[in-house]
């Protein structure tokens, strides 16, 4: 068989779309690893690096979202245009090795540059992987295989805080950025070697030679799509606690419950997995399930789960650390990630197939300018403001007060559920 019938068939194969989901999950758990990791190592970085709280905070958020959110929409257009595996490939190996520089710089500045590259390899490792899934997978499985691809987040999350906290603890921060850094490099080959290349729109009907159309094209379909706009800045309200917390949870167990970093690294890494995997497969699923009877899923599911948090973070903050307050974590630790699956299958299902890497693109933009670029300046600027009244526990206040958002997320997204049916494209 050619070359080229290999590849066409390829896809079609249960078990190598089974691979192609794993491998895709593990660069999308370096890609966690690299950004939520420098939460774990906010103390021993401050204390060296003579840092406050809002300067750790913008570098751990805004910098990166500032280049991620720059280059991601011309990363999805050239998704769109070109092959999206060599910029997939390209982009772990880049965010890899500015991971690993992290480990070697003496001030501000050069660990926020540092961040910036981060941020622009960053930006091209997302947007066309959800292209690639949905050439893999048809609609009614599309949210189960983008839910699985996303639990790179909570076992990135996880490790991140583990692995950070063990090689911080044992080796110093900087060895742990080069560590993580060097073991997302190695990973690159077997990306670029095993993983091929999918017809474009094998699903829609679309011919896989054609052209994307201009952006003024894709934009002004967009424009015509409320529900996006719902879905993508509730996604990003959601997104902006989701990574301030993710950031900023680490000192708030050291602050508030004395614990070392291993503890903090044991504690909030179980959390992440056991809560963030199960909201992500059970989102996924409920989303295929009832989809079929209701385009409007999609929205209300994440919809109902982001009303539930605000009152388990409250009272969990508040409780001493036990089985209590664990479970209290582990609620909102699973309903958080409920969205993924959901609302990024259904931004597949709002545009053409030639439109969808560029449309990917811009709803990461708008999530990630929100979640990634305020999250944790947001919290560790409330907390420097509250240290006055509260000193010690003014992180755990400004935890509490930033819960408004997950409310705000959930208006949202219970909005965008009264227009999907309408918004979305014919298959």
């Known amino acids: 068989m050619s070359g080229s019938a290999v590849s066409a068939a390829a896809p079609s194969r249960p078990l190598y ?57 011309p990363a999805g257009r050239l998704a769109d245009r070109y092959r999206r595996m060599p910029i997939i490939t390209g982009a772990l190996a880049l965010w890899s090795a500015a991971t690993a520089a992290c480990g070697l710089v ?75 850094g060097l073991a997302g490099l190695a990973l690159a080959p077997v990306l670029a070697a095993t993983v091929r290349e999918p017809p474009r729109g094998r699903f829609d009907g679309a011919a896989a030679s054609a052209l994307p159309p201009p952006w003024r094209i894709v934009l002004a379909k967009l424009a015509s799509k409320p529900s996006f706009w719902l879905l993508a800045v509730g996604a990003g309200c959601s997104s902006l606690m989701g990574y301030g917390l993710l950031f900023w949870l680490p ?22 997995l056991a809560g963030g995997g199960t909201g992500i497969v059970l ?28 009152p388990c973070y409250v009272i969990g903050t ?15 630790a699973a309903l958080q990630l409920m969205w993924l699956g959901p609302v990024i299958a259904a931004v597949q299902l709002l545009v053409p197939a030639g439109m969808r890497a560029l449309a990917s693109a811009i709803f990461l933009f708008v999530n990630n300018l929100l979640g990634l670029g305020l999250g944790s300046l947001v919290l560790g600027y409330a ?30 997204l219970l909005l965008a559920a009264r227009r999907l049916a309408r918004d979305f494209e014919p298959e």
Not at 143 to 170: K, N, Q, T
Not at 284 to 308: E, M, N, Q, S
């Open 383 to 412: 907390s420097d403001r509250l240290r006055a009244r509260y000193g010690a526990e003014s992180l755990h206040y400004a935890i509490v007060g930033g819960t408004g958002f997950y409310v705000l997320a959930a208006v949202l």
């Open 318 to 332: 508040a409780l001493p650390l036990g089985v209590p307050a664990y479970v209290c974590f582990l609620i909102p």
């Open 251 to 272: 000192s708030f167990y050291v602050r508030s419950y004395g614990l070392s970093l291993p503890e903090v690294g044991n504690w909030l890494g179980s959390l992440l």
């Open 106 to 180: 003496h001030g501000f500045s050069a660990l926020f540059a540092a961040r910036l590259v981060v941020g622009v390899g960053e930006a091209g490792g997302v947007a066309p992987v959800y292209s690639l899934l949905a050439d893999y997978f048809p609609p009614r499985s599309r949210a189960r295989a983008i839910g699985c691809f996303s639990l790179g987040i909570p076992v990135g999350g996880a490790l991140g805080v583990f692995l950070g906290g063990y090689l911080a603890h044992g080796l110093g921060w900087r060895a742990a950025f080069l560590v993580l």
């Open 283 to 310: 989102g996924g699923y409920l989303a295929d399930r009832l989809a079929v009877r209701t385009a409007a899923a999609y929205a209300l599911i994440p919809g109902l789960a982001f009303a539930c948090i605000a």
């Open 17 to 73: 779309r089974i691979y192609v989901i794993a491998v895709l999950m593990v660069v999308y758990t370096f890609n966690f690893i690299d950004r939520v990791g420098l939460g774990i190592l906010v103390g021993p970085m401050k204390a060296e690096l003579h840092l406050t709280d809002t300067e750790i905070g913008f570098v751990g958020g805004t910098a990166l979202a500032l280049f991620y959110t720059a280059f991601g929409i």
